[in-house]
């Protein structure tokens, strides 16, 4: 039986990355897209596709294993790589012993946004100083201000609209998934000095957070530290995680409408795409936490 599945998932996913070259590009094929640019930076690793607008920027020492496409220009500083191909346009500058395998001058394949989801936040506000604690369930809620090294646990799966969310560095975002999908709407803006996410009962597929901030600094601010998972979709401004002195990792998704820019000594990646295929053509067979064992 164990080898039956194996096989199975092997030609399942021969035939997925099959059908991604010969359909559209979608945005879940994206680890990173900014509809403008993306910044990737220095000492900093993605794993998948990278993809922007107008312009990816590479700074020194970073990498990406995948993709990248670029509406129009393409930078790689000294020593950044591209392990795969660099589409673009326009022109490709690469620093001192900067290297891409492939290049290819043309117009890349970019997906669309999803349209912003309709949605509105209102209720009590809830303020922790450091070290405190707030639970909330799904529901609707005003302000939710954290000190340093607090915890946020977020109970079950379900929808929460969030005013605004702002916390100080060291923060434990401890989600219940529940089996099902936490999705976390924010009117505002969310900043966190830095934080570590913790899922139970799912896995970063099934964690979403939405923010519709416009204005200064960013949409979605994370700091040096920062060990993120799930999706993050600012459709109206930048997504911003790490900072220049410390490392970090992202393993999920980011949007923006403008700008990603990830800063030093970041991993990001999406969780492995064998859990995901054996989801779309028979989730019924295993259970993901099954379908890693066999692949670990």
């Not at 930078?75 to 326009?90: D, I, R, S």
């Not at 936490?182 to 099934?206: C, E, L, N």
Request: aromatic share 6%; charged share 10%; net charge negative.
């Amino acid at each position: 039986m164990m080898r039956f599945v194996c096989r199975l998932l092997v030609l399942c996913t021969a035939a997925w990355l099959s059908a991604q070259s010969a359909r559209a590009a979608q945005i879940l094929d994206f680890v990173v897209f900014g509809a403008n640019n993306v910044t990737v930076g220095g000492g900093s690793d993605v794993i998948g596709i990278v993809g922007a607008g107008t312009h990816v920027q590479m700074a020194g020492g970073s990498t990406v294993t995948g993709e990248v496409r670029s509406g129009n220009t393409v930078t790689l500083n000294n020593n950044a790589h591209v392990y795969g191909t660099v589409t673009n346009p326009g022109t490709l500058t690469l620093g001192s012993g900067a290297t891409v395998t492939t290049h290819i001058v043309g117009a890349p394949d970019l997906p669309t946004l999803p349209p912003p989801t309709v949605f509105a936040s209102g209720g009590a506000n809830h303020t922790v100083g450091n070290g405190g604690t707030i639970s909330l369930g799904p529901g609707s809620y005003g302000a939710i201000s954290l000190g340093g090294a607090a915890d946020l646990n977020l109970t079950g799966p379900g929808d929460y609209f969030l005013a605004s969310l702002n916390a100080g560095n060291g923060l434990d975002l401890n989600i219940n998934a529940g089996g099902g999908n936490v999705r976390v709407y924010v009117t505002g803006k969310v900043q966190i000095g830095g934080v570590d996410v913790f899922v139970t009962g799912g896995d970063a597929s099934d964690i979403y957070f939405e923010t519709h901030f416009s204005g200064t600094g960013g949409a979605f601010v994370a700091g040096g530290g920062t060990d993120w998972v799930g999706t993050v979709f600012a459709p109206y401004d930048d997504i911003h995680i790490g900072s220049g002195s410390s490392v970090g990792s992202v393993t999920g998704w980011l949007w923006s409408g403008t700008h990603v820019d990830l800063e030093h000594g970041l991993t990001v990646m999406v969780p492995e795409p064998a859990s995901a295929v054996l989801l779309l053509v028979g989730g019924a067979l295993l259970k993901r936490g099954r379908a890693r064992s066999i692949l670990a």
